[in-house]
């Protein structure tokens, strides 16, 4: 079974710009979840989607968005982009979302110059 | 008061001996609790997972926890040099979605 794919690996990115990573979750998960990692602050909820619907926000500003379509896989939008978004942003798929392993993705790592 | 704490490390111990690994949390209706192991450059992977008070075995590995005093700790026995990694403490509140992760505590096995 494929595990959790994120796409890109890699981004760089000025300020200002906005930004859309990509997650495919494993198949039969309808969970995703989306965290904000930086060798500071750790890991840091900003989401998570199931069957398409936001159910739970982290303590983020308005420029953090997301969406999740009908096949679960999930995309994370940043606008206006600033220094401070410079992180591993990391996808976790389950098939619920509660009391369940979090089987994680490789993760993007966003540089913002 | 962060709601999970873990101490940053590193926690250094040699080959064959018992590391110990400690987490707080604030919130008093937090239901489940996860250990995940994340190597240097890879994402995390669950090791742990526990739910009711006490002692879970699995392996080399023992999650202990204590809801009264808000405190879930790993144990891992035989430290090997493989084991060294962060240790990130997972909280998961009940009626949520959102797990809150501590920063993690960084393990080095000393061969």
């Known amino acids: 079974k494929a595990g959790v794919t994120q796409t890109p690996r890699y981004l760089i990115k000025t300020r200002g710009q906005q930004v859309t990573l990509s997650c495919s979750p494993i198949s039969g998960h309808r969970s995703v979840s989306w965290y904000q990692q930086t060798p500071g602050q750790g890991l840091q909820f900003l989401f998570e989607?199931?069957?398409?619907?936001?159910?739970n926000k982290g303590n983020f500003p308005g420029r953090f968005s997301g969406r999740q379509f009908s096949n679960s896989r999930s995309e994370m939008n940043v606008s206006t982009l600033e220094l401070g978004d410079s992180a591993l942003y990391l996808c976790?798929?389950?098939?619920?979302?509660?009391?369940?392993?979090?089987?994680f993705g490789s993760g993007t790592q966003l540089s913002v110059l | 008061q962060k709601e999970v704490e873990q101490n940053s490390g590193p926690l250094s111990v040699p080959e064959g001996a018992i590391a110990s690994l400690n987490c707080t949390y604030s919130?008093?209706?937090?239901?489940?609790f996860f250990w995940y192991r994340q190597y240097s450059g890879k994402s995390p992977e669950l090791i742990m997972s526990?739910?009711?008070?006490g002692d879970k075995e699995d392996g080399r590995f023992t999650a202990q926890l204590n809801k009264a005093s808000q405190y879930v700790s790993l144990l891992i026995r035989d430290s090997q040099p493989s084991d060294s990694a962060t240790y990130l403490c997972a909280v998961l509140t009940s009626g949520t979605y959102k797990y809150i992760f501590g920063t993690g505590t960084r393990l080095k096995v000393l061969a």
């Open positions: 919130d008093r209706v937090s239901q489940s």
């Open positions: 976790a798929s389950s098939i619920r979302g509660a009391n369940e392993k979090l089987f």
């Open positions: 989607y199931f069957s398409e619907t936001q159910r």
């Open positions: 526990i739910y009711s008070n």
